[in-house]
Nanobody, 126 residues
């Protein structure tokens, strides 16, 4: 079992930055691929960013490419999402997720992940 706890959400003006953190329990964090998803009110949960088990390979949704960066610290069992040049359309609840597959082929889908955090709200004002 893996427990994931997100933090770092909040209210920010358009153009600003935020860094989300996701702390994971368990000693096998370094063997998990991780992902970040977001869900706006009334919409589906969609992929934002992900990595492989080592963090050496990263993936991004086109909508955030060049603005967001995923990273991890395996010693701290933590994955991060650095968000910059934020836009009002980035407003959503952000979730981190863990996959027991080191290289999930469906990293862009919620079905590619077995464990989920409770989410953290990010609100970008115009």
């Amino acid at each position: 079992q893996v427990q994931l706890v997100e933090s770092g959400g909040g209210l920010v003006q358009a153009g600003g930055s935020l860094r989300l953190s996701c702390a994971a329990s368990g000693r096998t964090f370094s063997s998990y691929a991780m992902g970040w998803f977001r869900q706006a009110p009334g919409k589906e949960r969609i992929f934002v960013a992900g990595d492989n088990w080592s963090g050496a390979v990263t993936y991004y949704a086109d909508s955030v490419k060049g603005r967001f960066a995923i990273s991890r610290d395996n010693y701290k069992n933590t994955v991060y999402l650095q968000m910059g040049s934020l836009k009002p359309e980035d407003t959503a609840v952000y979730y981190c997720a863990a996959s027991t597959s080191r290289y999930p082929t469906n990293y862009y889908s919620t079905t590619g992940y077995e464990y989920w955090g409770q989410g953290t709200q990010v609100t970008v004002s115009s």
